[in-house]
């Protein structure tokens, strides 16, 4: 079964400072991963994914992730964090072998001015 | 551009209704998938049907039922409405590609009295 972790349930940043938020994830055969981001009392907006190639991956709003296979990881990143960040991210995985998605618990990711 | 609705943003009912929640897409998706999110546990999913009146069973179906008639509509029921029910119930819908993200509905927050 496939499965994936947020060990963090909330991060804290300052406006500015670089932002990471991670994810490892456990599937049989090749990952897809995703990630979402949710605003209060909102549905899930798709940011960024991963299916093959260049290990780093961009998306929107200036995120990006990187896939390391060894590490089975797949953390979000932000060079710069903004206040208008603060939101509830998740991290989601397939595989080749089916359809279904399986998320996180999600990270409440906090920007401070 | 793309859109998962969900028939109600708020719902209060009595402990024993049957509850129904409707989800609609407009993107031809062949994938549709009921999940609830909880504080801590993040999106667990309850129910998968990956066409017209094909249905699985996600991490926890005990307590719903789901049905799809039409390829854009994809309905969960929930028989006998217990306390434990009440949560954010989110619909998604996606392309049979797993490599392809999932889109969201905006939520139906539930509370059973």
């Known amino acids: 079964a496939q499965s994936v972790a947020q060990p963090e349930d909330q991060v804290n940043v300052a406006e500015g400072n670089p932002l990471t938020v991670k994810c490892t994830y456990s599937?049989?055969?090749?990952?897809?991963l995703f990630w979402y981001v949710q605003y209060p009392n909102r549905g899930l907006q798709f940011l960024l994914k991963y299916i093959t190639g260049d290990n780093l991956v961009k998306g929107s709003y200036g995120f990006e992730a990187e896939f390391n296979k060894s590490q089975t990881s797949f953390h979000l990143k932000k060079p710069s964090a903004l206040v208008s960040d603060s939101a509830l991210y998740f991290c989601a995985v397939r595989d080749n072998a089916g359809n279904m998605l399986t998320f996180g618990g999600g990270t409440r990711l906090m920007v401070k001015p | 551009d793309v859109k998962v609705t969900q028939s109600s943003r708020y719902l209060v009912k009595r402990t024993g209704e049957k509850v129904f929640l409707e989800c609609v897409q407009d993107?031809?998706?062949?994938?549709m998938f009921w999940y609830r999110q909880d504080p801590g546990l993040g999106l667990r999913l309850i129910y998968f049907s990956y066409d017209v009146k094909m249905k699985e069973k996600g991490d926890i179906p005990e307590g719903y039922s789901v049905s799809r008639e039409k390829k854009e509509r994809f309905s969960l029921i929930l028989e006998s409405a217990s306390t434990n029910q009440t949560s954010m119930y989110l619909c998604?819908?996606?392309?049979?590609?797993?490599?392809?993200?999932?889109?969201f509905g905006q939520g139906t927050r539930l509370t059973v009295v």
């Open positions: 993107m031809d998706h062949e994938n």
């Open positions: 599937v049989s055969g090749n990952p897809y």
């Open positions: 998604a819908s996606s392309l049979s590609d797993v490599r392809t993200e999932a889109f």
